[in-house]
Structures are given as C-alpha cells and as structure tokens.
T-cell receptor
Framework: TQLLEQSPQFLSIQEGENLTVYCNSSSVFSSLQWYRQEPGEGPVLLVTVVTGGEVKKLKRLTFQFGDARKDSSLHITAAQPGDTGLYLCAGAPDYKLSFGAGTTVTVRA | DAGVTQSPTHLIKTRGQHVTLRCSPISGHKSVSWYQQVLGQGPQFIFQYYEKEERGRGNFPDRFSARQFPNYSSELNVNALLLGDSALYLC?????????????FGPGTRLTVT
C-alpha cells in the first residue's frame, strides 16, 4: 500500500488547457514536496509546502497543501509541451522520503 | 558546477551476479541517498549516508549494501541479483542528512537483470 496516493495515473491534454493532479494520504505530514521527472533524468524539486492551507505559485504552477496536511494538489494553467513529465509528490513521515507513484502528464502541441 | 553524477548509465547483468553502482555528490554535499525506481512507480528509499555513516535504511534485503568514502562519493552494491532488481537506481545528494533538506538527484543508472 502506497503511503501517498496520486491521481490520475496518466493525463494527456492539449496545449493551452489546464490540469490538476492530486496527492492524498491518510497520514499527516509536516511538509510535502512536488518533483518533476523527465525521461532519462532524476526528479527535480519544484516546491515544498509546509503550512496547512498554504498556496504557492511558481509561474503557471499552483501548489496547495490541505488544511489537515494530508493532501496536496498541483494545478497547471495553460499547459505547454515543456510541462510534459512525471509529477511526483513526496513526504517524510519519518526519517526517509516517501514518494507517490506519480502522474504522467503529456501536453500535446 | 557539476551536478550529481552516476556511473554507469546503463548496465545489463544476469541473475545471481553482483553489481556496483557509483555516485559522486555535488561538491560540498556530505549526504548521499540511494533510491530504487521501478518502471511505473515512484522512487523507493534504500539508504542514506552522512559523513561516511549510515543514517537510514529502507525496506530492502541484506543483498543491498552501500558505503560512503572520505570524499563523500558513494557505492551501492547488490548481490545475488534477481529479475525484480531491474530498475532505475537514483542517487541524491544534500548538504545535511534528513528528508527535509533539498535533495539533488542524479540521472540514475538503469539496471537490467536477465
């Protein structure tokens, strides 16, 4: 059983559309991280959310941490082909970082 | 500045063999972590080392071992390879140990066991 459940597993959209991916858990986290991984590369940290209810914006990406600190979402506005990749959420309930299975996002030109 | 480097890039081994994967952290980083990423899954934590000492171990069998050298580079060793060990092995480095410090990942070593 995954500690962090991500949905959907796959998402394919047209350039210019918006999308949202979700990360849910039954556990409370002190913080959650979002990474993007492109083929042949390691994950790259996008953001860390720390406070329940927190909203962080990174250009066209908006990240939200749930009030109860058990879930998070990533919203991309006006997606571009460069946003294509595997989006991973990660949290650390103990000393180690645990990742979700990821959402594969494909943005078609 | 160079990022995290890993070698080799790809590797094909036979069941029962042994493999050694190598990682060089970002200059100045003293902590190295290893992850296994099976196709279609997120990375799974294997080990973390800091100042040459093991600081954490994930749920992996004793066939998996690692060490960190005085220059902070690291090796991951896997004995008696199984087909299920086929995966992308990622190394990440950070200033300090612990999951809350930003980790920088290398490109990984793709291991195929036949």
């Amino acid at each position: 059983t995954q500690l962090l459940e991500q949905s959907p597993q796959f998402l394919s959209i047209q350039e210019g559309e918006n999308l949202t991916v979700y990360c849910n858990s039954s556990s409370v986290f002190s913080s959650l991280q979002w990474y993007r991984q492109e083929p042949g590369e390691g994950p790259v940290l996008l953001v860390t959310v720390v406070t329940g209810g927190e909203v962080k914006k990174l250009k066209r990406l908006t990240f939200q941490f749930g009030d109860a600190r058990k879930d998070s979402s990533l919203h991309i506005t006006a997606a571009q082909p460069g946003d294509t990749g595997l989006y991973l959420c990660a949290g650390a309930p103990d000393y180690k970082l645990s990742f979700g299975a990821g959402t594969t996002v494909t943005v078609r030109a | 500045d160079a990022g995290v480097t890993q070698s080799p890039t790809h590797l094909i081994k036979t069941r029962g063999q042994h493999v050694t994967l190598r990682c060089s952290p970002i200059s100045g980083h003293k902590s190295v972590s290893w992850y296994q990423q099976v196709l279609g899954q997120g990375p799974q934590f294997i080990f973390q080392y800091y100042e040459k000492e093991e600081r954490g171990r994930g749920n992996f069998p004793d066939r998996f071992s690692a060490r960190q050298f005085p220059n902070y580079s690291s090796e991951l060793n896997v004995n008696a390879l199984l087909l299920g060990d086929s995966a992308l092995y990622l190394c990440a480095s950070s200033d300090l140990p612990g999951p809350l410090y930003e980790q920088y990942f290398g490109p990984g070593t793709r291991l195929t066991v036949t």
